[in-house]
């Protein structure tokens, strides 16, 4: 008698009786009867769901310690939560939904596949190391693509393999696990699970970073404190253009870079004026740096840097481009 497999297990292994319609002893499905490729979307969309918002909350706890300007206090910085809130909920449903579509269930199926052509059981080994294997590949790809770019040094190959091993083993496995449940009602145990472990997980990230800083493990960046005295030098710029403080009270612009509201270079400033360091009430910047009778120069220079290290700066065209040019104390 023809030995058959029942739809949706895998070969039988070498030698093990078959009886038609009854799964082999021992022998794992490679594919549960109905596919459960809608509960393995599903999973793998709130893991990566959960996955983005996580680390959008590490990136936002690690810049809080870059040199940072500017801001709004009141309804304008409530707002300003608000719309980020908002923002990242989106952001991380669109990634989540995307992220299940173009990788986690592929990957899923892919995991199957291999176990099929191998002959092996349907594992989360199996699943473990096809991710593996595809983020190397990845890795390998994209990171050679960064490198004839000009972009990066040979450190981008395993930095990519293992942010990538990071992003979707998790959510691979879990969406893995809903769709081979093994028991009635289990698909809806493991996205409950990895909705709770998401919510867990973020609690912990948030602790942890409010420890950090609380502890003074990391600080959230300061402008420096200076005082007139500590003003008095030559501030140059990478372009030539300097600006000399004397501790009359007198400056003297020499090539100092001329911006228009839109960012472009109108020329360059060479000229003298009065300059004064004074306290400001506006958030992230407890100085002011006013700087009279200099034509171009008279409104927007600030301090920044660090205590060892400080800085004055003008933003190019509205603040709101990121984009400033800076001029550092010589001495």
């Known amino acids: 008698m023809t030995q058959t497999t029942p739809p949706g297990w895998g070969p039988t292994p070498p030698g093990a009786p078959v009886t038609p319609g009854v799964p082999p002893q021992g022998f794992m499905p490679v594919r549960p009867p109905d596919g459960g490729n809608g509960a393995v979307f599903t999973v793998g969309a709130v893991a990566i769901g959960a996955e ?3 680390a959008a909350l590490v990136a936002v706890a690690y810049s809080l310690q870059s040199e940072s300007h500017g801001g709004e206090g009141g309804l304008g910085g409530l707002f300003g939560t608000i719309f980020a809130l908002v923002l990242l909920a989106v952001v991380s449903v669109i990634a989540g939904l995307a992220g299940s579509a173009m990788a986690v269930l592929p990957l899923v199926l892919l ?14 080994q199996l699943t473990l190391a096809t991710v593996v294997v595809v983020a190397v590949a990845l890795a390998l790809l994209i990171g050679s693509c960064m490198l004839l770019a000009g972009f990066g040094d040979l450190l981008v190959y395993p930095v990519l393999a293992l942010s990538l091993i ?42 942890v970073g409010v420890a950090a800083y609380s502890s ?12 007139e005295a500590d003003m008095v030098g030559t501030w140059t710029g990478g372009d030539g253009g300097s600006l000399r403080f004397e501790a009359d009270g007198t400056v003297t612009a020499k090539g100092v870079n001329e911006y228009e509201a839109t960012g472009e270079k109108s020329g360059a400033c060479n000229s003298t004026g009065k300059w004064q360091l004074t306290e400001n009430e506006g958030v992230g910047r407890p100085f002011e740096l006013s700087i009279a009778d200099c034509e171009s120069l008279s409104f927007g220079w600030g301090i920044g840097g660090t205590e060892e290290h400080p800085t004055v700066f003008t933003w190019i065209g509205e603040p709101d481009s990121g984009e400033r040019y800076v001029l550092t104390r010589q001495g």
Do not use: M
């Open 216 to 227: 003074g493990i990391l600080k959230i960046y300061e402008p420096p404190r200076l005082t």
């Open 166 to 207: 990071v992003g979707l083993a998790p959510a691979t496995l879990c969406a893995r696990a809903a769709g081979n449940p093994g028991k009635p009602g289990a698909r809806w145990r493991v996205l409950g699970g990895v909705a709770l472990g998401g919510l867990g997980l973020l609690a912990v990230t948030l602790a």
């Open 111 to 124: 995991g199957r596949a291999v176990a099929r052509r191998t002959r092996r059981r349907d594992s989360w």
């Open 52 to 54: 983005t918002v996580i």
